[in-house]
Nanobody, 120 residues
Framework: QVQLVESGGGLVQAGGSLRLSCTASGTIFSLGLMYWYRQSPGRQRELVAYVASDGSTDYSDSVKGRFTVSRDNTKNTAFLQMNSLKPEDTDTYYC??????????????WGQGTQVTVSS
């Protein structure tokens, strides 16, 4: 019923910036918490950041001070502004959201991922 689509990934040099977006579409009664995760093959999934509907946020220690998560509720979109990128930030970034897609039902959805590659 709901689809999450990430975009904005790409190749950037260390110290550069990228802005990821995650847009939810479909039958949406309410858009709840939205999360950004990252994962590479053979590595454990890591929670990067999240943003609640009221705008409250939190970040993993590895990205604090460099990344900023935000959302535009009018567009059902979350953003991840990534600055001062490091090679270790290279990963596939996934959007995850809790969405009320049916009356009185909250369900979770994952995006397809967007690749971020940071070169030295």
């Amino acid at each position: 019923q709901v689809q999450l689509v990430e975009s904005g990934g790409g190749l950037v040099q260390a110290g550069g910036s990228l802005r990821l977006s995650c847009t939810a579409s479909g039958t949406i009664f309410s858009l709840g918490l939205m999360y950004w995760y990252r994962q590479s093959p053979g590595r454990q999934r890591e929670l990067v950041a999240y943003v609640a509907s009221d705008g409250s946020t939190d970040y993993s220690d590895s990205v604090k001070g460099r990344f900023t998560v935000s959302r535009d509720n009018t567009k059902n979109t979350a953003f991840l502004q990534m600055n001062s990128l490091k090679p270790e930030d290279t990963d596939t970034y996934y959007c995850y959201a809790l969405i009320v897609d049916h009356p009185h039902r909250e369900y979770d959805y994952w995006g397809q991922g967007t690749q971020v590659t940071v070169s030295s």
